[in-house]
């Protein structure tokens, strides 16, 4: 897990404060792809205020579902089924996602919403999916569920803030929308293996370093340099 590698094991003597802190900086380190996930599929809505919008209230329905992951977390991680729920879903919306790519202009045809209240749902779903790996890596390094419910709920907030940061950049950089899916599929063949082979534990470090390769490929093309390059006929 994440917070062995971040910080050492704590004894039960630890300062809340410190716990909280913790569990924050936690949350904001595995949310870096939950954020350019949720605005990859936010991307599918017309405009930034119907984006921003579908965000808002998509994440408040997302903090609800996790405060419930959260309070049902010891009766959840019995059961391998959800990890599969999981990983089906993320996997189906990256093939959803790359088949819908047209091949004559090499340009990528999202399936779009017609409303907010059609991306809502699937971005606290996506949140979910997501937090499956947050909350357990929360609940191991603390049982207070008060003191998880409190990083998780400053967590929500950054990973708000961090979604529209990244709904910018999506428009500036060429490939960050495939390397959010790519990250999304990544994510739910994790839970997919995890579930599968319950013993077998893929170490954290490749992970994050997995992801953060397929970041830095995604922020290797500006869409102004493209616009720049000279046409090959003249």
């Known amino acids: 897990m994440i917070d062995k590698i971040l910080v050492p ?7 809340t404060p410190m716990l909280l802190l913790v569990l924050v900086a936690l949350e904001a380190v595995l949310s870096a792809d939950n954020a350019v996930a949720l605005a990859s599929i936010s ?20 903090y609800v579902l996790r405060m419930t992951l959260i309070l049902a977390a010891t009766w959840v991680v019995r059961y391998w089924q959800f990890q599969v729920l999981g990983a089906a879903y993320l996997l189906w919306l990256v093939f959803q996602y790359f088949s819908s790519k047209t091949g004559e202009d ?3 045809k999202v399936a779009k919403f017609t409303s907010v209240w059609q991306a809502i749902p699937t971005i606290a779903i996506t949140d979910l999916a997501f937090s499956l790996d947050s909350v357990a890596t929360a609940i191991a390094v603390s049982t207070d569920t008060w003191l998880v419910i409190s990083g998780a709920t400053i967590g929500i907030i950054i990973l708000r803030f961090m979604a529209g940061l990244f709904i910018r950049w999506l428009d500036e ?14 994510v739910g063949i994790k839970l997919l293996v995890r579930a599968v ?8 470090i490749v992970v994050v370093g997995t992801i953060g390769i397929i970041f830095a490929w995604g922020f290797s093309q500006r869409e102004d340099s493209i616009e720049k390059l000279p046409d090959a006929g003249e």
């Open 106 to 108: 090499g340009e990528n």
């Open 9 to 15: 094991p704590l004894e039960v003597g630890t300062s």
């Open 197 to 204: 082979f319950p013993d077998l534990e893929i170490p954290e």
């Open 173 to 186: 950089y060429t490939h960050l929308e495939d390397a959010g899916y790519i990250t999304v599929g990544l």
């Open 43 to 62: 991307q599918g809505l017309a405009d930034d205020k119907l984006r921003r919008q579908a965000l808002n209230i998509g994440l408040m329905l997302a």
